[in-house]
């Protein structure tokens, strides 16, 4: 269990709203978080990876084949822990918009946001003691690895720009020199991001972080060295089989 303040960390929240398009066929008829990694779902594995840190409650935003995952967790018993559901089956509303849509479920505590189809060693517990010791806004757990999309930090942790490499697009926010670092898909928020967003609608929160950093502190946590796959991908499944038995 985490040695956490006592605010703690209540709730975590599960990205498993996605088309999933990049697991075609599988997508076809299944939600991605449903793919199965040696026979066991990504969304049983990030909950079982999250619960051996002590957290007991979940939310999960939900959109294609819906049922699907609310059938698997009620024929699960929702793993042991609670677990609320964030609908949106009239629209996936991507990362930034589906936070919007489940604040009220969040709480007014800091969170953890986390996709469904990653899957890492992350150690959480050090990463939430970062959270808590520096008390940014946001802190990402990032990685120095390959990746067509990069994250730029200054040498103090502080977010202030990003990058695509695929086609040269960049936003800086600083012109001391910047180190890329890759993105692992977690998040710990301040629930202070809301200030920041829109009240609704389909955003991705990196929109977010972008207007955010000029005049926020949101900080990187470097795990490299780490295990990362990211299993959105069909060419990522044969990795993760063989690393996570």
């Known amino acids: 269990?985490?040695?956490?303040?006592?605010?703690?960390?209540?709730?975590?929240?599960?990205l498993a709203a996605?088309?999933?398009?990049?697991l075609k066929?599988?997508?076809?008829?299944?939600?991605?978080?449903?793919?199965?990694?040696?026979g066991i779902t990504l969304l049983e594995r990030n909950i079982t990876y999250l619960k051996k840190y002590g957290f007991t409650?979940?939310?999960?935003?939900?959109?294609?084949f819906a049922d699907q995952i609310r059938d698997f967790l009620k024929t699960n018993s929702d793993f042991g822990v609670?677990?609320?559901?964030?609908d949106e089956s009239e629209e996936v509303l991507e990362t930034g918009g589906g936070l919007v849509k489940a604040k009220e479920l969040l709480g007014d505590e800091s969170f953890l946001l986390m996709n469904a189809d990653v899957l890492t060693d992350l150690n959480i517990e050090d990463?939430?003691?970062f959270h808590y010791q520096y008390q940014p806004l946001v802190s990402l757990a990032v990685s120095d690895r390959e990746s067509t999309r990069k994250l730029l930090f200054?040498?103090?942790?502080?977010?202030?720009?990003?990058?695509?490499?695929?086609?040269r697009e960049e936003i800086i926010v600083s012109e001391k020199p910047l180190k890329e670092f890759a993105f692992s898909g977690v998040h710990l928020i301040n629930p202070r991001i809301f200030h920041h967003m829109p009240s609704s609608g389909k955003f991705s929160i990196m929109k977010t972080y972008m207007d955010a950093m000029e005049t926020e502190k949101i900080l990187?946590?470097?795990?490299?060295?780490?295990i990362f796959i990211d299993v959105g991908k069909t060419e990522s499944v044969k990795e993760a089989e063989l690393l996570f038995t």
């Open 1 to 14: 269990m985490l040695d956490l303040p006592t605010s703690g960390l209540p709730k975590a929240m599960l």
């Open 18 to 22: 996605g088309l999933g398009t990049r």
């Open 25 to 38: 066929p599988f997508t076809d008829n299944h939600p991605k978080a449903l793919m199965k990694i040696n």
């Open 57 to 64: 409650e979940f939310v999960i935003n939900v959109h294609h």
């Open 82 to 86: 609670h677990i609320q559901i964030s």
């Open 127 to 129: 990463f939430i003691q």
């Open 154 to 167: 200054e040498e103090n942790k502080r977010l202030k720009g990003w990058k695509n490499l695929s086609n």
């Open 220 to 226: 990187g946590f470097d795990h490299s060295g780490g």
